[in-house]
């Protein structure tokens, strides 16, 4: 997100307009978890004009759903491939006694809960970064959003929750950068499906059980495309809405459509499966055990995700249920927590979850553990972040601090759940990126001064936070953001930065004995070629101290071996590198890596090391190909957005791509496209290198840009009639300029260029859809570089609404919703009256339906009279207007 650098920049352009994004709370049970909401990001971090954002999708929605015209589909797609996991090694893990094989799940948020705000990534440090993959096995969103088309400023971040006039979708996606991050720590990733009385208005899940001539479901068929287009495992399924019994055996066919589709399902406890009644059981037994294995339909889902109040013996009887089955109860059976309601404060006790043999007895889930950023007050300031910190790290380790004592009653996931790793083979690198900055530093050297929040760049988090065998006190860790950061009050250390990235690891404090710093569970393996290097940096006064690699084998886990870093003691100008050669363990494999700070002949006092880089080698060189096919797809000086192109290489060789303006870094991600937002520089190099599993660096690609030559303050407006008039301010008058309009909806592709004068200001290409679509005006001199900008279509469409879409039986009219892809409300009129619809959370009645907000049981209207005239009135987000007329004349 650039803002700095030696590169010639435009003033600021101006803000989005309208109100924007917040929170949706939610219901799971009969308890309400509400996250804090997730308000606009003001200033530099505001919505750029066209960054993409996620939206939900209704089962009509769904249908009809097509990558080609959905919204920013391509910029939204998660790329990197699930990543398999190492066996388990008890003898490296913290509780060795721990079994490996307790599945645990994260249902929450993920930057935020943000309705129009569902970014990939933005520049922006206090958003939400989860870093305890380690300890989950599945994460999946629990993250309102608006369906597509829902104009911004439909909503008023100032109302009552309840006061939201729109649409949310039934179907949730999770966010890209949250998958692509869950993916490259093994775990899987899951979008949510959602159906409750009032949260979904007259949405129900009987739309998504109609079937087609060959007996499939369409609607699953279409969850399935969905999941492998955009990249994600599944989805949580929470019916929290009476299901007819008759609906429960095709209910159950539809699950087994999603699972044969390759998808991993879990259903919420929520419904009976003879009566269709919600009803929790807070148990596993016969009642909803038929909805992951039913005797007659055989494997429905893969889990269940218990209602919350459970207690010893409900949860022992589950065990035994789900093994009288065949299930693992460690991988069936999910004892629900409510994280965000009670936090550190649970009236649920995991204990209770421990056999007789102290051992967890079913797998473990979470509803809103994201509550240690969304329901602090200070989440939104950049200076109150170690506080989010050291709430996370409690939740999930029991301690603020790291410390092995539990603060208070809750011990901490960890400690029901062993940690698990991703890192093996033959190399391995990390810059200790927790996935966001108040900075981003190149090879030690300050790239871009403006904070970002991407969990794209988040490098494997540390394994354990922390674990510090010492004699006596144990140094102090910390992930140092350097001089803009405001450390938690306990630490007193030099801010350095990072040496790659937004941040690197710091140690601190009084040094007096050996420190053993266990950072990663491994199984490397080491070869004749490999080497250890170590980036670090030690402002702190020369002293006898020594670094040392602290090296586990798997073939002697009870040793801990150490492998001296020469030099080490010394006070560093900067950041250094060191390596250390590990040929003579060839054939050996690491299970864990970390480091010893040893300590000297005396107390040191003060002492200081920062880690930033950490890279196993094999002694093969695996530096990636310069990347191919580099492009500016968008460059967008009115609003200052920037979207580029190129061609992907597979995970196995390239692990990022950075991108750069000339030498200030703009963001990075594993993926082919990529979205800059706050881009002012009028000329420069837009630079593209790819970075391997080792750490190891391509060639950059490069594409140069130059704007002296493109026409100023380039707009367009589009008009009803067809039109769209084109303005600018030309630079050169001598060249003619070509002027592009094409719609971004490949699905209805449009494209039609003119070319004119050098001299004009405007131009006005006629024969335009007038659909709504969003559309892209490019200008171009012949050797000049393009600018655009984006709009959208006049809207003059609409198409009626049919009447075959009500069942009319004498006097009693049953509405379908509309299919229209932009319907806002449905007006029925009798005689000229319109009736009147009930809304969801008892909000009154309105004079038409509304979308997302008339109650399923409204859409059933009786009329008074047995001749009047009914006629009904369909209204886009544009407001086109359509009549049917359904009796009558």
């Not at 909803?288 to 269940?304: C, H, L, Q, T, W």
């Not at 300031?381 to 790291?402: I, L, N, P, Y």
Request: aromatic content about 12%; proline content about 5%; some cysteine.
């Amino acid at each position: 997100m650039a803002r700095q650098g030696n590169t010639r920049r435009r003033a600021s352009a101006r803000a989005r307009t309208g109100a924007l994004a917040a929170a949706l709370a939610l219901t799971l049970g009969a308890g309400t978890a509400v996250a804090g909401d997730t308000l606009p990001w003001p200033g530099e971090s505001a919505v750029g004009a066209n960054q993409p954002y996620q939206h939900g999708y209704s089962s009509t929605d769904l249908l009809r759903w097509n990558p080609a015209d959905d919204t920013d589909a391509e910029l939204l797609r998660a790329k990197v491939p699930l990543q398999t996991r190492i066996a388990p090694d008890a003898t490296t893990q913290r509780n060795p006694a721990l079994p490996a094989d307790t599945q645990q799940l994260t249902l929450a948020g993920d930057y935020g809960n943000a309705f129009f705000e569902s970014h990939p990534y933005t520049n922006e440090f206090s958003q939400y970064l989860f870093n305890y993959w380690q300890y989950s096995d599945v994460y999946a969103s629990w993250h309102g959003m608006p369906t597509e088309g829902v104009p911004v400023n439909y909503y008023d971040p100032n109302l009552d929750w309840k006061e939201k006039w729109f649409e949310f979708g039934a179907v949730n996606l999770p966010n890209p950068g949250y998958t692509n991050a869950a993916h490259a720590n093994g775990v899987r990733s899951l979008g949510c499906i959602f159906f409750s009385p009032n949260d979904r208005g007259d949405q129900t899940y009987s739309e998504l059980l109609v079937r087609d001539a060959a007996g499939n479901f369409p609607a699953a068929a279409k969850l399935v495309e969905v999941a492998k287009y955009y990249g994600f495992d599944g989805y949580f399924f929470n019916q929290e809405d009476t299901v007819a019994a008759a609906d429960i055996p095709t209910f159950k066919r539809f699950l087994k459509q999603l699972r044969a589709g390759g998808l991993y399902v879990q259903w919420y406890d929520s419904i009976d499966n003879t009566s269709g009644r919600v009803s929790y059981q807070n148990e596993f037994n016969s009642v909803n055990a038929p909805f992951v294995r039913d005797k007659a339909e055989g494997d429905v889902s893969d889990s269940v995700f218990l209602n919350y109040w459970w207690d010893k013996s409900k949860l022992t009887r589950s065990k035994g249920y789900a093994e009288s089955l065949g299930l693992n109860p460690r991988k069936s059976v999910f004892a629900g927590v409510e994280a965000g309601m009670y936090q550190f404060d649970q009236p649920y006790n995991l204990d209770n979850n421990l056999g007789t043999d102290g051992a967890p007895m079913n797998a473990i889930a979470t509803l809103g553990a994201d509550f240690v950023s969304s329901d602090y007050a200070n989440k939104t300031d950049d200076k109150a972040q170690s506080a989010v910190f050291d709430r996370e790290r409690r939740w999930w380790t029991g301690s603020s601090q790291g410390a092995t004592t539990p603060e208070g009653s809750w011990k901490g996931i960890s400690e029901y759940v062993a940690e698990r790793s991703v890192i093996k083979g033959s190399t391995f690198a990390t810059s200790f990126n927790t996935g966001h900055g108040l900075s981003t530093w190149s090879d030690g050297k300050l790239s871009n001064g403006a904070e970002w929040g991407n969990i794209n760049l988040q490098d494997i988090p540390v394994t354990w936070q922390w674990w510090i065998d010492a004699a006596s006190s144990p140094l102090k860790a910390d992930f140092d953001y350097g001089p803009k950061y405001t450390p938690a009050g306990r630490f007193s250390y030099q801010k350095i930065g990072a040496y790659n990235g937004g941040s690197s690891l710091v140690l601190s404090g009084r040094l007096d004995s050996d420190n053993t710093v266990r950072l990663y569970k491994t199984d490397l393996n080491v070869k004749a070629g490999s080497s250890l290097s170590l980036t670090y940096n030690k402002p702190s006064a020369d002293d006898d101290s020594q670094l040392r690699l602290a090296l586990v084998l798997a073939s002697d886990p009870s040793k801990v071996v150490q492998v001296p870093l020469s030099g080490s003691g010394k006070r560093t100008e900067g950041w250094t590198t060191v390596s250390a050669d590990l040929s003579k363990y060839a054939g050996e494999h690491i299970a864990s890596l970390g480091l010893v700070v040893a300590a000297g002949a005396q107390p040191i006092e003060n002492y200081q090391v920062n880690l930033g880089a950490l890279a196993l080698h094999d002694g093969v060189d695996r530096t990636p190909a310069k990347p191919e096919k580099l492009r500016i797809d968008q460059l967008l000086p009115g609003s200052d957005e920037l979207f580029l192109s190129w061609q992907r290489s597979d995970y196995d060789t390239v692990r990022r791509y950075d991108v750069y303006l000339d030498d200030t870094y703009l963001g990075g991600i594993y993926d082919d496209v990529y979205y800059v937002k706050r881009f002012t520089a009028t000329s420069g190099t837009i630079k593209l290198v790819a970075v391997g599993p080792d750490g190891s660096r391509s060639k950059p690609a490069t594409v140069p840009f130059d704007l002296s030559s493109a026409p100023a303050d380039l707009t367009a407006k589009a008009g009803s009639d067809g039109t769209l008039k084109a303005t600018w301010s030309p630079r050169q008058t001598g060249q003619p300029l070509t002027l592009e309009v094409r719609s971004l909806d490949t699905a209805n592709p449009f494209t039609k260029k003119v070319t004119v004068t050098g001299q004009q200001t405007s131009a006005t290409l006629t024969g335009v859809p007038v659909n709504g679509d969003e559309y892209l005006l490019t200008a171009k001199t012949e050797n000049g570089t393009a600018t655009g900008v984006r709009g959208t279509f006049a809207d003059t469409e609409i198409s009626p609404y049919p009447a075959t879409a009500v069942k009319i039986s004498g006097n009693t009219f049953t509405f379908s919703r509309p299919t229209l892809a932009d319907w806002h409300t449905l007006t029925v009129l009798e005689d000229g009256q319109p009736k009147s619809f009930a809304t969801t959370y008892g909000s009154g009645n309105k004079p038409y339906i509304v979308r997302g907000r008339t109650t399923r049981p409204a859409m059933t209207v009786t009329m008074a009279g047995s001749t009047s005239k009914v006629v009904a009135v369909l209204e886009d987000y544009a407001g086109n207007k359509v009549t049917t007329v359904l009796r009558g004349n």
